[in-house]
């Protein structure tokens, strides 16, 4: 029998980076908050966490955007955020968005220099091979295990049994790509250098866990890669949208792994399940998560051994008005 | 069950979720998988919030499209299966519009 909306949920066991035996758990994806005044936001968001935690995902990971893009990009409020973070009872997975770094050079945002930022983000968030949260589980680093591509400490993968899960440093703000890459330009090297660096990570990550038996992928970025740009009818990125690249690289990959792949992603805040690329990679479900609006959750229930694998249940807020959409 | 109306969803979603997976889906087991996972979210929703909003009517009627170039190329007991589904969509449709 399946289990299509189950709602039981695997204690945390966080016997992770382990070839276990297929066996149905639930992690908790969410992104885009907290939004607004410490006052108001905090309390909220900490009930949602409260309500993560009481129904124990085995990890959750937090797809970024930790803060508006009109809050300032404060060392404290940075600080703040991680330490949320570190308040799930599980581990806690994040792969950052462009609010807490690309776009910290506008005024309301404190005129920071975005590369700083990511600097900052990357020293406080990544210092070890581990994720956050009060459990955190041991991640393999790009960073740590390719040449080349030290900086990108932000990059991540580990299995929970036969399911892989892969975390890329892709953001909204059509990925820090403002018009055609200029040479010379810090932030246009940043991109190309970032681009670069996650199209080499998926390809590895698709590659390794093909050659390891992995019944499915799981692909986690921040950026809503399906609005502009993107054209849904031919399944191609326009040349000046910063997703084309390693939105091509997961096409391919996906396509050869054929397997259930899925790409969770936030950015846009709403709670959606849709196929991306029913033509060029049918394989590939994607789901972006609720937002700041709504501050809900979406738990997923992974069942190896049942097809059609993934489930989608709303954690919804108990501080918040419960809507689904 | 091969016509159906919308008073049939209810006990046709309950099948569906109790229906175990076919053994020989054959080579697009993947694409059909994505299939089976979106229209079974929209489903869900259906049955929650009684009703599908426009975005989610356009990716169960992308799904129904692309599900009924499949449905010929599946042996009998996948075509079993995805039938169900097929119907399951097409009343989700129709059940979604009426709200």
């Known amino acids: ?325 | 069950m091969t016509q159906g109306n919308s008073q049939d969803l209810p006990r046709l979603w309950e099948i569906h979720q109790a229906a175990a997976w076919p053994v020989e889906v054959g080579s697009r087991e993947g694409e059909l998988m994505t299939l089976d996972t979106v229209v079974s979210w929209c489903a869900a929703y259906f049955f929650e919030e009684h009703h599908l909003d426009p975005q989610r009517v356009t990716i169960l009627e992308d799904c129904l499209s692309d599900l009924e170039a499949v449905l010929p190329e599946l042996s009998e007991e996948p075509l079993d299966y995805f039938e169900r589904v097929r119907q399951l969509g097409t009343l989700l449709l129709v059940a979604g519009r009426q709200q």
């Open chain 1, 1 to 325: 029998m399946k289990h299509r909306l189950a709602t039981a949920l695997v204690g945390a066991c966080l016997a992770l980076s382990t070839g276990a035996a297929a066996a149905e758990f639930t992690f908790v994806a969410l992104g885009d908050m907290p939004y607004g005044p410490r006052e108001q936001a905090y309390p909220a968001f900490r009930t949602l966490i409260a309500e993560i935690n009481r129904r124990a995902p085995v990890f959750t990971i937090h797809l970024g955007d930790t803060k508006s893009g009109v809050a300032p990009c404060s060392d404290r409020l940075l600080l703040e955020q991680r330490d949320l973070m570190d308040s799930f009872a599980s581990a806690l997975v994040y792969t950052p968005g462009d609010n807490e770094w690309t776009d910290c050079h506008r005024l309301l945002a404190g005129a920071y220099d975005p590369l700083d930022r990511l600097r900052f983000i990357r020293t406080h968030y990544y210092p070890t091979a581990r994720s956050l949260g009060r459990q955190p589980i041991r991640l393999e680093r790009q960073a740590d295990v390719m040449r080349g591509f030290e900086p990108f400490v932000e990059n991540s993968r580990f299995h929970r049994g036969d399911v892989w899960f892969v975390t890329a440093h892709v953001v909204g703000s059509n990925n820090n790509l403002d018009g055609p890459p200029v040479e010379g330009s810090e932030a246009a090297e940043e991109f190309l250098a970032r681009d670069e660096a996650n199209r080499v990570w998926l390809a590895d990550s698709f590659d390794k866990a093909a050659a390891a038996h992995a019944e499915a992928i799981v692909v986690a970025i921040h950026a809503d890669m399906f609005g502009d740009g993107f054209d849904p009818q031919r399944e191609t990125f326009a040349p000046d949208s910063g997703f084309k690249g390693f939105a091509e690289t997961l096409i391919m990959k996906a396509q050869s792994f054929r397997k259930p792949v899925l790409l969770l992603f936030g950015d846009s805040h709403e709670f959606r399940v849709f196929r991306p690329f029913p033509r060029s990679a049918g394989n590939l479900t994607a789901v972006e998560v609720y937002g700041a609006e709504h501050m809900h959750a979406v738990a997923i229930t992974v069942d190896p051994a049942t097809p059609p694998m993934f489930t989608f249940d709303p954690v919804q807020n108990p501080a918040l008005p419960a809507l689904l959409d």
